[in-house]
């Protein structure tokens, strides 16, 4: 059988990979100069491989259409990509929250781990070319698919694979072409919109004073104000930026705020707060505790100066303005109810979102082929014969922490196999 695959990402990779392994002749197209490069810039370039949870624990963390990925994640497990880079001499490490990284902190030994399969396995690469057009004829079944149509040639084969990925990240080659080839075809494209994206805040002059700095263990809730209802709630770590905030429990607070019905058309919040526990470890009385310890050892000191073992140093200055309380006042001066509204601002310190960042910056997209219209077993599509489907292009999105590489794995892996 011939096969082609149309995207060269981790998803059209091992959808090639599989196919030639049980003997089809495969030729995977990419119309960049090199394959992957969309998987070299995740986890900030070390490449979250996956997560050590359980596999049923994937579909929980899957917001998007997470149930219809329960034959691929049964199929092409997270032990099955460890295998599979382990065969190709690459070791992996668990890190915080079950992430999985290669031991060599570089995305590109991942990648080199999939190209030394493909080309042990014969696949032919085709770089720099784009497909134009999927080919089909019309029988007595309805559409079959019959090749694809290049800007250099036709490629007649029995098998079409697009794995072209979303519309995250642009310059990767992730420009929705994907989704205009399986449009000609009849296909439904689910809206587009990012996910895993950062968050813009209305109070910009707070974030830009707080850019770049990285905080562990906080808490996270995000409250429509107008229903008072709680959208999200997460703990781990954050990462404040010139225009609001970012880091993997805000990226996956995005994964809720995109499919929220309080956010309008241009993914812009109405009156949606992120509230920000500082010390989540403490409840009120303990971290009230703490800080009458502190301010014992510091009650000689100006309250400016007092907060040096609680915070870190950016976060002080900030933390002082907003409290209300005088710097300079002597820290044996400072009132219980000046002390209480601290520890209250500490535990839910409130910012107001103003929308998500654009598509270009997200790390992947929600939305895209209509998960009704492709068959859950094999990743064929139910309105063109041997056509098939992989990773981003399906309307199926995951959190943070490796989820969404194995989305790629799993579906690529049974688009291959079918």
Partial sequence: MKVVVIGGGPAGMMAAITASQKGDK????????????KLLITGKGRCNITSSLPIEDFIKNTPGNGKFLYSCYQSFTNKDIIKFLKEEGLEVKEERGNRLFPVTDHSQDVLNCFIKRLKK?????????????????ES?????????????????????????????????GSTGDGYKLAEKLGHTIKEVKPSLVPLEIYEKEVCKELQGLSLRNVSIKIIDIEKNKTIYEDFGEMLFTHFGVSGPIILSSSAHLVRYKNIDEKYKSKKIKLIIDFKPALIEQKLEARILRDFDEFKNKEYKNS??????????????NISKIEPTKKVNEITKEERRNLIHLLKNFTLEIKGLRPIEEAIITSGGISVKEINPKTMESKIVKNLYFAGEIIDVDSYTGGFNLQIAYSTGYVAGLS
């Avoid at 495969?26 to 490069?37: F, T």
């Avoid at 396995?121 to 004829?137: G, M």
């Fill in 121 to 137: 396995n014969n696949v032919e690469i085709h770089y720099n070319e784009k497909v134009e057009e999927i080919l089909y004829e």
């Fill in 140 to 172: 007595e079944e309805g559409k079959v698919v019959k090749g694809v149509k290049t800007e250099k040639q036709n490629i007649l084969a029995d098998k079409v694979i697009l794995a072209a990925g979303g519309k995250s990240y642009p310059l990767t």
């Fill in 307 to 320: 907060l040096d073992k609680l915070l870190p140093q950016k976060l002080i200055p900030v933390i002082i």
């Fill in 26 to 37: 495969v030729i995977l197209i990419e119309k960049m100069k090199s394959l992957g490069r």
